[in-house]
Structure formats: C-alpha cells, structure tokens
C-alpha cells in the first residue's frame, strides 16, 4: 500500500516540522528576552 506509505512520512515529516518550529520558537523566545535585559 504506497498510499499509507507516503500518508505515514508526511505525517512524519509534519511532526518533524512541528518540532524544529517549536524549537525555533524558543530560541527565538529567548533572544527577545536577552535583548530586552540589555
């Protein structure tokens, strides 16, 4: 079944995705609260 294939490594690659936005999100979470410190 190549369809449940492909459905289960997009699913992946959202979940992939989703990680390095939140990741991305708290970096850029604490640069913005280093900066406003200076």
């Given at each position: 079944?190549?369809?449940?294939?492909?459905?289960?490594?997009?699913?992946?690659?959202l979940?992939?995705?989703?990680?390095?936005?939140?990741?991305?999100?708290?970096?850029?979470?604490?640069?913005?609260?280093?900066?406003?410190?200076?």
């Amino acid at each position: 079944m190549p369809e449940a294939a492909s459905g289960m490594s997009v699913v992946s690659c959202l979940m992939l995705l989703k990680g390095e936005l939140h990741h991305l999100i708290l970096v850029i979470i604490r640069l913005y609260s280093s900066a406003i410190q200076f």
